[in-house]
C-alpha cells in the first residue's frame, strides 16, 4: 500500500498538467505555499503527539492496544497526507507556487511539490520508532526464551532510513525517472514542432524553436511524425525503467547475496523444479525489522529473489522453502502482467463509461474538474479491481507452495499426485510465523493479501486435493478470461477513440 501511496504522490502533479486544471483558490503564490504548508505541518505534529501520547500510556500500562492505536494513527496520516496533497496541487495552487520560485525545470519542480507528504510519512516513521522499540524489546525476550538468534536493534536514524530505502525509494526513483523522461521526451517533441515552418507560418506568434531543432530534417518536424514518435519514445523509457529496476534495486535496498549451504540449496531447488531463471538469491537486511520475501524482475537475466535477514533468522528451512515456493508460484503464473492487465483494464473501461455518463448529462469530460472527475473514478474502480485480483492471486500462490512441498519435502505415501497435510501446514505456519513475529492480527484484512487467517485455512482445505484439480486454479483461469476481456475491451475503446480524433 505505500508503493501505491508514494506513485499517488507523483501522479497528482502530473494529472494537474495533463489535465491543464487551473487551481480555483485565486491565492498568489507566496499566500499558496502558506495556506499547503501549513495543514501539512499540523498533521505532521499530531502524528508526532498521537505517537508520544500512545508510546507513555504504553509504558504505563504494558498494554499492546497501545502500540497499535500509534501504528492506526501513523497509518490513517500517510492517504491523509496524500488527499492533502491533492487538494493542494488541484485547488489551491500549490504545485503553481513551486514553479513561481523555482521555475518548471526539469523534473526539479515536481520533486520539490512531492516533497511534503513524503516529509509526512518521515515523520510518521520518526515518531513510532519509540513505540515500535518498545515491541521489539519485548520480543527478545521471547527470543531469549526460545534460544533464536537475538538481531540487534536499529536506532531510530537508520529505522528511519530503512523505511524510507525500503517504501519510499522502491517506488519514487522509478516513478521519477519515467515522469522525468516523459517531460524530456514532451519537450523534445514541441521543440521539434516549432521548427516546422509549416506551424510557424499558421501561428505567428510561437517562441523561436531551439538550434538543434532547426538543424533537423523537415521530415522529422512534422506534426504528423512527431506525435506518434513521442509515444513509442514515452513507451520505451516505461519499459526500459521497468526492465532495469531490479538491478538497481540492490543498492536501493540493503542486499547481500545468500551464502552457499543447504538452505540456499534447498532454494535453488525449488527454482529448478520449476523451471524459473533468476539472477541471484539475495539476504535483505533490515535490521530484524521486516519479515519478507520477494521476486522482482519480469526476465530471468534481471530477476533477484530476496528474503529479509528477519525471515532466515526466525523460520525453520521448510518454512522458508515454503516462503520460496510462494514467491515463485507467482512467477509460474505470472501474476504480475495479470494484475497490470487487470489493473488497466477496468480502470480504462471505467473511465470510458463516465465519461459517456458525463456526455449524457450534458457535461464535457474532456478537461478540466469533470476530467479529474473520470480520473478519479477509473482510479477507484482500477484499484478495487487490483486487489480483488491481487488476494486471489495471493491464495493461488499459497496452494503453489503448498502442492511444491507436497512433490519435493512431504509427499503423501498413500496418494501421490495430492497436497499433503504435512506441506499445507508447513505453509499455514510459516504464514502464522510471520504474522507473529510482524506483529499482524491474523484476521487483519489486508487490501492487496486478504488475512492471515483465511489465507491458513484456505491452505488446510487443500489438504488431498489433487495438484490438477485445485480449486483455486479454476478461480485464477476465470480471473485471468475476465481480465483478458476487460484487457481487449479496453484497448478497442483506445482504437475507437484514437479514429475519432483523427
Do not use: M, Q, Y
Given at each position: 500500500m505505500m508503493h501505491l501511496l508514494v506513485i499517488a504522490v507523483f501522479i497528482v502533479g502530473n494529472l494537474r498538467d495533463a489535465l491543464e486544471v487551473d487551481a480555483p483558490s485565486g491565492l498568489s503564490p507566496p499566500a499558496a505555499a502558506v495556506v499547503s504548508l501549513a495543514p501539512m505541518a499540523a498533521l505532521a505534529a499530531l502524528v508526532w503527539v498521537w505517537a508520544w501520547a500512545c508510546r507513555?500510556?504504553?509504558d504505563a500500562t504494558r498494554h499492546v492496544r497501545?502500540?497499535?492505536?500509534?501504528e492506526r494513527v501513523v497509518a490513517w496520516s500517510r492517504p491523509a497526507a496524500v488527499g492533502l496533497h491533492a487538494w493542494n496541487v488541484l485547488c489551491v495552487g500549490w504545485l503553481d507556487a513551486v514553479r513561481a520560485g523555482v521555475g518548471d525545470l526539469l523534473l526539479v519542480d515536481e520533486l520539490l511539490a512531492a516533497a511534503p507528504p513524503l516529509v509526512v510519512f518521515v515523520a510518521g516513521w520518526w515518531a513510532i520508532y519509540p513505540v515500535e522499540r518498545r515491541l521489539r524489546e519485548a520480543m527478545l525476550m521471547r527470543r531469549f526464551d526460545e534460544g533464536m538468534h537475538v538481531l540487534t536493534l536499529p536506532t531510530r536514524r537508520a529505522f528511519v532510513a530503512q523505511a524510507v530505502r525500503h517504501h519510499v525509494l522502491?517506488?519514487?526513483?522509478?516513478?521519477?525517472?519515467?515522469?522525468?523522461?516523459?517531460?524530456?521526451?514532451?519537450w523534445i517533441a514541441e521543440s521539434a514542432v516549432l521548427a516546422d515552418e509549416g506551424v510557424r507560418a499558421s501561428s505567428p506568434g510561437l517562441p523561436e524553436a531551439p538550434g538543434w531543432a532547426s538543424a533537423l530534417p523537415a521530415w522529422a518536424v512534422r506534426p504528423g511524425f512527431v506525435a506518434p514518435a513521442q509515444g513509442v519514445l514515452q513507451l520505451a523509457g516505461v519499459v526500459v525503467v521497468i526492465a532495469l529496476l531490479p538491478l538497481a534495486l540492490r543498492w536501493l535496498w540493503d542486499t547481500v547475496p545468500l551464502g552457499p549451504g543447504e538452505l540456499r540449496d534447498r532454494l535453488e531447488s525449488v527454482l529448478r523444479a520449476n523451471g524459473v531463471r533468476v539472477r541471484g538469491l539475495l539476504v535483505?537486511?533490515?535490521d530484524g525489522t521486516m519479515l519478507n520475501g520477494a521476486v522482482v524482475g519480469f526476465l530471468g537475466p534481471a530477476r533477484y529473489v530476496l528474503l529479509t535477514d528477519a525471515l532466515l533468522e526466525s523460520l525453520p528451512a521448510e518454512e522458508v522453502?515454503?516462503?520460496m515456493a510462494h514467491e515463485v508460484g507467482h512467477v509460474r503464473h505470472r501474476h504480475a502482467p495479470w494484475l497490470a492487465a487487470a489493473f488497466l483494464g477496468s480502470a480504462t473501461v471505467a473511465g470510458a463509461g463516465a465519461s459517456a455518463a458525463g456526455r449524457?448529462?450534458?457535461v464535457d469530460a474532456a478537461d478540466g474538474w469533470p476530467a479529474i472527475g473520470v480520473v478519479m473514478v477509473s482510479l477507484a474502480v482500477?484499484?478495487?479491481?487490483?486487489?480483488?485480483?491481487?488476494?486471489r492471486f495471493e491464495w493461488q500462490a499459497d496452494a503453489f507452495a503448498a502442492r511444491s512441498l507436497s512433490?519435493?519435502?512431504h509427499p503423501p505415501p498413500d496418494r501421490p499426485g495430492t497436497v499433503s497435510h504435512e506441506a499445507a501446514k508447513a505453509m499455514a505456519s510459516a504464514l502464522g510465523r510471520v504474522a507473529m513475529l510482524n506483529g499482524s492480527e491474523p484476521e487483519r484484512f489486508s487490501w492487496r493479501h486478504g488475512s492471515i487467517g483465511l489465507r491458513r485455512r484456505r491452505l488446510r482445505a487443500l489438504v488431498g486435493a489433487r495438484f490438477d484439480r485445485l480449486p483455486i486454479d479454476a478461480v485464477a483461469r476465470r480471473v485471468k478470461l475476465a481480465s483478458a476481456v476487460v484487457g481487449a475491451t479496453a484497448v478497442g475503446l483506445l482504437v475507437v477513440e484514437v479514429w475519432l480524433a483523427s
Open positions: 507513555r500510556r504504553l497501545d502500540a497499535r492505536r500509534a522502491f517506488a519514487a526513483v522509478p516513478v521519477a525517472l519515467i515522469l522525468g523522461w516523459a517531460e524530456a521526451v514532451l535483505w537486511r533490515t522453502e515454503a516462503v449524457v448529462l450534458g482500477g484499484l478495487a479491481v487490483f486487489g480483488f485480483v491481487s488476494r512433490e519435493s519435502t
